[in-house]
């Protein structure tokens, strides 16, 4: 048995932050019921990140919407609108990321569903939360990462603000309020009640840095600094960072940069003997580790570095990834099908209970598909 087995979660959420939150729960056992706007459903459905078409509609949409149910309502639409009231009456969780108001104008905010619903754990993400200047703007993870100083971390010194290559944000905040939705759940295992859960992808943006943040606020409000070539982290010393090799690419992180210079045959590391030259003069040693790693290949290092301890790496791509035995036996790609046959294999839960890895072979619903027998299973309608 899953852990959420029994809970009935009503997601009014479209496109990642809340669609993930709800994916993680729905993967630990909760059932999930997807609210839909008629025809075009979850704008999700639609919003393509590259060329790929899965069975007409967006990759993305199949890849977080797995193992959910589709209510098909419109909520302009009155007896729509009373279907999903009483919906909400059954729910144990009601989920959102609406624009602040919205759900309120309808009716269907977090005091008008307590007062049907007095132990309802109610759970919304915000781009930028219901106060400030900000409150209002539309809540797009590449703004996010813009906006809170995310895009000064990855990339070398004179690369400018550089994106993480992942809606990273939405992760974030849907992982947080999955968090936030799980701790009100256990709480109500000891005491009854009613629970409000929210969520900012501002919030989860600025906590997401607090390890830098936090030496930002105790440096004097110094910036961080990337170096000048292979930076991968702005505030750590040389050797940390992805390197070329003659035939790939390499990834070192920390290490004691004369031992380096030993092991690898290069004298010239032997320079900086303090542990506080890995910092100071961390341009100069990773200019001189880049050249010198050209000079062979990555596997002909690693032979080199693993057997010392060395923390390194070889640097694959996805296709090298998914054919390495290390890849393999985490068993981490499962096939869903949906209810028209067509199949489709994506990633499953990452975490194990007692042992159990969770998979569901359910793949995404169609749009209204179980509007239906779930009006039929609540008795939904006058």
């Known amino acids: ?31 999930v019921i997807k609210i839909e706007k008629p025809e075009t459903g979850d704008i999700c459905r639609q919003l393509y990140t590259s060329n790929v078409v899965m069975n007409g509609e967006s990759s993305v949409f199949h890849a977080i919407n797995r193992n959910k149910e589709s209510l098909q309502a419109d909520l302009k639409n009155t007896e729509d609108l009373a279907i999903i009231k009483k919906l909400v009456k059954n729910a144990d969780v009601v989920m959102h990321n609406f624009r602040p108001g919205v ?11 307590q007062k049907t619903n007095k132990d309802i754990v109610y759970a919304e993400i915000s781009g930028y ?12 993870d590449l703004l996010l990462q813009a906006l809170t100083g995310l895009t000064w971390l990855s990339g070398n010194k004179n690369d400018g603000p ?11 905040a849907g992982a947080h ?29 600025i906590d997401f840095q607090f390890e830098t943040i936090t030496t930002y606020q105790q440096d004097g409000g110094k910036l961080p600094e990337r170096t000048a070539t292979n930076n991968a982290h702005a505030y750590l010393g040389a050797p940390y960072g992805i390197y070329k090799t003659k035939d790939g690419y390499l990834a070192l992180a920390m290490g004691i940069i004369p031992q380096l210079g030993e092991l690898l045959n290069c004298p010239e590391l032997k320079k900086y003997p303090e542990p506080k030259m890995a910092f100071d003069h961390r341009d100069e040693i990773k200019n001189i ?5 050209e000079k062979n290949t ?12 060395i923390w390194c790496a070889d640097v694959l791509t996805w296709d090298r990834l998914m054919e390495h035995n290390g890849f393999k036996a985490l068993d981490m790609v499962q096939e869903v099908k949906m209810s028209d046959g067509f199949n489709y294999q994506t990633t499953r839960c990452p975490i194990k209970i007692d042992g159990e890895t969770y998979t569901n072979a359910l793949g995404s619903p169609k749009l209204g598909e179980h ?5 039929e299973e609540f008795n939904l309608q006058k």
């Not at 939360?129 to 797009?140: A, E, I, M, T, V």
């Not at 550089?162 to 974030?172: C, F, H, N, Q």
């Open 1 to 31: 048995m899953k852990p959420l087995e029994g809970y009935l979660i009503v997601d009014f959420s479209q496109f990642l932050s809340g669609p993930s939150a709800s994916l993680r729960l729905a993967d630990l056992g909760a059932r």
């Open 103 to 113: 759900m309120k104008r309808l009716g269907l905010d977090y005091e008008s569903a």
């Open 129 to 140: 939360g219901n106060k400030g200047p900000w409150k209002d703007k539309p809540g797009q």
């Open 162 to 172: 550089v994106p993480m290559g992942l809606a990273i944000v939405d992760i974030l």
């Open 177 to 205: 309020l999955a968090q936030g939705i799980l701790a009100c759940l256990v709480k109500q295992t000891i005491k009854k009640g009613s629970a409000l859960v929210q969520v900012s992808m501002l919030e989860s943006a």
């Open 289 to 293: 580790l880049g050249n010198h790693l």
């Open 298 to 309: 990555t596997k002909y290092w690693l032979d080199i570095l693993e057997p010392a301890d």
């Open 371 to 375: 509007t239906q027998a779930i009006i």
